[in-house]
């Protein structure tokens, strides 16, 4: 699965965390994020991870276009719960994730959840919608 993991400057330690405690689930899949973030949590587990341009430079949409395009199956993305308004891009990454039924966690809770269910294999459902899955690669006969 394609994985997005995106966090505000005041929840990058705690996005480290999480990636920390659950490195051997994460490190099956796919992940990007955007380049601060991506940093911080090979920085901290040594996951590879496809890095973005920083979040406040076009990350964030860099994420949604892919998004946009069924190239991401989860999103993990630990807001700033400071601010009270969200910024216009985290408006359109979370309307996109809507619409194209992308799970996506923005709190440590739903994070655990959705990282749990990604490892005992609940959405492995994704990789039926996901033009660029192993499954739909291989039906296109574009994997032996």
């Known amino acids: 699965m394609y994985i997005a993991i995106i966090a505000a400057d005041n929840k990058k330690e705690l996005m480290a965390q999480f990636c920390i405690a659950y490195r051997g689930i994460l490190a099956k899949h796919t992940l990007c994020a955007t380049q601060i973030t991506g940093k911080y949590i090979f920085d901290a587990t040594g996951l590879e991870i496809e890095q973005f341009m920083a979040g406040h430079g076009g990350g964030a ?19 700033d719960t400071e601010r009270e308004m969200p910024s216009d891009a985290e ?25 749990m269910a990604l490892g005992r294999g609940d959405l492995d459902w994704r990789s039926f919608v996901n033009p660029n899955s192993e499954y739909n690669r291989r039906k296109r006969g574009l994997m032996q």
């Open 61 to 79: 949409e860099q994420i949604a276009s892919r998004i946009a395009f069924d190239e991401i199956d989860l999103v993990f993305f630990f807001r």
């Open 91 to 115: 408006c359109a990454l979370l309307r996109l994730c809507d619409i194209h039924n992308v799970p996506i966690a923005t709190n440590l809770a739903t994070a655990e959840v959705m990282v």
